[in-house]
């Protein structure tokens, strides 16, 4: 139980920090898996560092990715991820 809690939680960090950053949701979740659409271009970059699925699609110029979270993420990587899709980030 423990480790799923963890995991939820690194996904529900992830989850309000992409809609706090303007992020849309897919699909609101309550699981270890989130899907926030994202421009095609911020999600080729995020490509060379994370590893997810681009799940669906949305537009030409935008998809929906899927990260899915463990017991074993570090809760430094959601922190570094959030900070990585900031509209100030240079990364």
Same mark, same amino acid.
Request: hydrophobic share 40%.
């Given at each position: 139980?423990?480790?799923?809690?963890?995991?939820?939680?690194?996904?529900?960090? &992830?989850? #309000?920090?992409?809609?706090?950053?303007?992020?849309?949701?897919?699909? @609101?979740?309550?699981?270890? +898996?989130?899907?926030? /659409?994202?421009?095609?271009? &911020?999600? #080729?970059?995020?490509?060379?560092?994370?590893?997810?699925?681009?799940? @669906?699609?949305?537009?030409? +110029?935008?998809?929906? /990715?899927?990260?899915?979270?463990?017991? #074993?993420?570090?809760?430094?990587?959601?922190?570094?991820?959030?900070?990585?899709?900031?509209?100030?980030?240079?990364?």
């Amino acid at each position: 139980e423990r480790c799923a809690t963890h995991a939820n939680t690194c996904a529900q960090t &992830l989850q #309000a920090g992409f809609v706090s950053r303007g992020y849309p949701l897919w699909v @609101q979740s309550s699981t270890n +898996q989130i899907f926030p /659409i994202m421009p095609n271009d &911020l999600i #080729a970059s995020l490509q060379n560092h994370y590893g997810f699925y681009v799940w @669906q699609k949305i537009d030409a +110029q935008h998809s929906a /990715i899927r990260l899915e979270t463990s017991w #074993a993420t570090p809760m430094a990587m959601v922190e570094q991820l959030l900070i990585d899709v900031s509209p100030t980030s240079t990364s």
